[in-house]
């Protein structure tokens, strides 16, 4: 399988370096860089490099390049859209301060992928047996897979409060090699991540940075949608490998300024997006009809609303998905 690379970038000798540490790696996979600054600041020479900023975000989108985030991780939905254009059968998207562990992590996503995923189907009664009625053998649903979370090794993924505590009360990191159960939700990051074609059209990191309220959430709340709308479709989501090393800590001061204003939603929106009513079988569709339903009050959230309907209208002339799939049981 192909895949296209994303990577959001503002600092040149950190893309220089990633580039060219994972170079071996990427060969044969188009490489989409997203530089957040107004035009393109330096020169990135590869042959299977595409480098775009806010001036090609402009003129592509037009009136609508407001739905695409300045001075935030989240400019790389841009290179989502371009990987759409590009016809890439997967996307994986890193941050520019992930190192490999390996030499085999496109591979390992693509198998991870491509791996039919088990979810459970039925739930003993008891304790320590099975009463009567419980299938010996067609326990669980076989699902497609069109999203792997990868997780990572060195500087662990935490929101700033959870930084400070750590600081005092260190703990281990152990990663998990995980289907996630259909109702559940996840912490999804987009430091290490890859998902199928047909799944772009929900794969939108949010209005964040300096121009909204809320910052650091749009990945969070990107994967709450994605994975609600992945259980109505009848699609899996995996995580745990491949790992990178992430090898750079932000300011957790910093962090802790960016953070505040969302605690508070982020510890009520899933449970809006769990209310959803779906009908569509298609991502796209899915994706308006949550827009839709987003009934939080605010000019952020009826302007998020828009910016929703503008993205999944960005796919709406190709049928991205076949609708919802029949699960097959198995042991």
């Given amino acids: 399988m192909t895949a296209a690379i994303v990577i959001p970038t503002v600092r040149e000798p950190q893309i220089s370096n990633f580039l060219k540490v994972w170079k071996d790696q990427f060969r044969g996979h188009h490489v989409i860089v997203v530089e957040d600054n107004p035009e393109q600041s330096f020169d990135l020479k590869a042959a299977n490099v595409e480098h775009y900023s806010w001036r090609e975000i402009d003129i592509e989108l037009g009136k609508d390049s407001w739905i695409i985030p300045r001075r935030s991780d989240c400019i790389r939905s841009f290179g989502f859209l371009k990987a759409w254009q590009s016809n890439a059968e997967f996307v994986i998207t890193l941050d520019d301060d992930c190192l490999p562990i390996g030499d085999a992590f496109v591979s390992n996503h693509s198998e991870m992928l491509n791996t039919t995923s088990p979810s459970p ?58 289907v996630i159960p259909r109702g559940n939700y996840f912490p999804m990051c987009g430091m290490n991540l890859s998902f199928k074609r047909n799944l772009i059209p929900v794969m939108y990191f949010l209005l964040m940075g300096e121009d909204w309220p809320y910052d650091r959430f749009g990945d969070i709340w990107c994967g709450v949608f994605a994975k609600r709308i992945c259980d109505h479709l009848g699609y899996a989501v995996r995580s745990g490998g491949p790992l990178i090393r992430h090898q750079r800590a932000s300011n957790v001061w910093s962090n802790l300024r960016k953070e505040v204003p969302g605690y508070e939603v982020n510890e009520m929106l899933w449970e809006f997006v769990d209310s959803v009513v779906f009908s569509g079988k298609s991502f796209p569709d899915c994706y308006r009809e949550l827009a839709g339903q987003l009934v939080l009050s605010g000019e952020y959230w009826h302007r998020l609303r828009n910016a929703m309907c503008v993205w999944a209208d960005l796919f709406a002339s190709t049928d991205t998905a076949s609708g919802a799939h029949v699960a097959t049981a198995t042991a």
């Fill in 121 to 178: 189907a039925w739930t003993s009664t008891v304790e320590g047996t099975t009463p009567r009625g419980f299938p010996y053998l067609s326990t669980t649903r076989k699902l497609e897979c069109v999203m792997n979370h990868g997780l990572w090794e060195g500087v662990p993924d935490y929101d700033a409060i959870t930084s400070l505590f750590i600081t005092r009360q260190p703990s281990e990191i152990k990663p998990i090699n995980q």
